[in-house]
């Protein structure tokens, strides 16, 4: 049985994986490349175009465990970027003068060097985004963590996969929703989601079930309704993500017997129009140790860039440039095509 509890932040009995890459495709399931479902379609071939944002994986801990989550994140996990890969980050956005640094986790916010990479990369005019979870908004020691982000002009963009509470605590934990709607209403008192504010605060819906997303535009007017009427919330956008198939969501499709069906599923939806938007085209992800990946997917797979610098310091040294470099492409990118589309930025078509 997976652990999907919002825990406080304390030492936890589960070990700590070995690889900050535990799981593979391969370890948790029978398929490969060759089997049927996933060699009926391969995925098409793709080029990077100029780069523009840097995702950065802080690190995998977290105060929350939940059963969607891709990179297994929990308040066990003790992965978290170390200092000298974190004074490269603001070096590397003036050095390549990037758009957007993209600050992802676990809980990002838990990093102790956070808030001074935030200021730096805003002291250089770079967007910075906050992928929040929201609860940590709620956690001893970040009550003025909503205040600092407001300050600092960062966008958040906060995980809220229903509007309604049983479905979000299964999801994510007991009391969950009840926390994150506190974090959205804190959040909208410091000015996030108003109506002519420039504070961005999107919302991220992901499905609870092997399904695909519903149409963005649709859910987020219901979103909208729902948010609003029962407790208030103004947000700027809703973002759909298709969920993975990798760790523990590809755990949890396993157990169900649906994960085969899954990848059909996702091999049947694929849109050729997606392909142009796909965020791995824009983006480069770094993980906890400073190595460079396509995405954040192919990160918690351990697939590396297969050309171009490898390491956070060989991209400030300009070992060859990410741009226009193959991307490395396997069953699980049809996640990002199926349908009307999925990335960090929401639905693509």
Known sequence: MLNNSS?????????????????????????TEQDPKRRAKPFPALNRGELETIQVNLGYRCNQSCSHCHVNAGPWRTEMMEEEHIKLIP???????????????????????FRSLVQEARDLGVQVIDRC????????????????LADAGVKVVASLPCFEEGRVDTQRGAGVFQ??????????????GMPNSNLELDLVFNPSGAQLPPAQGELERIYREKLLGNHGIHFSRLLTITNMPIQRFAQTLKAHGELEDYYALLHQAHRDNNLS????????????TGHLFDCDFNQQLGIPVRSGPRTLNELLNQFGSVNNQPIAVGAHCFGCTAGGGSSCGGALS
């Open 91 to 113: 070096k590397v956005l003036q050095t390549l003068k990037l758009n957007c640094l993209d600050l992802t986790g676990g809980a990002p916010e838990l990093h102790p060097q």
């Open 7 to 31: 825990a406080a932040l304390q030492p936890s009995p589960q070990p700590t994986p070995r690889s900050p890459h535990p799981l593979t495709l391969t370890s948790i399931s029978p398929l």
């Open 179 to 192: 926390r994150s709607i506190a974090g959205l209403q804190s959040l909208n008192a410091l000015g996030y």
């Open 277 to 288: 938007a796909v965020m791995c085209r824009h983006l480069i992800s770094v993980d906890w």
């Open 133 to 148: 979870n929201l609860t940590i908004l709620q956690e001893p020691g970040q009550e003025d963590l909503a205040a600092f």
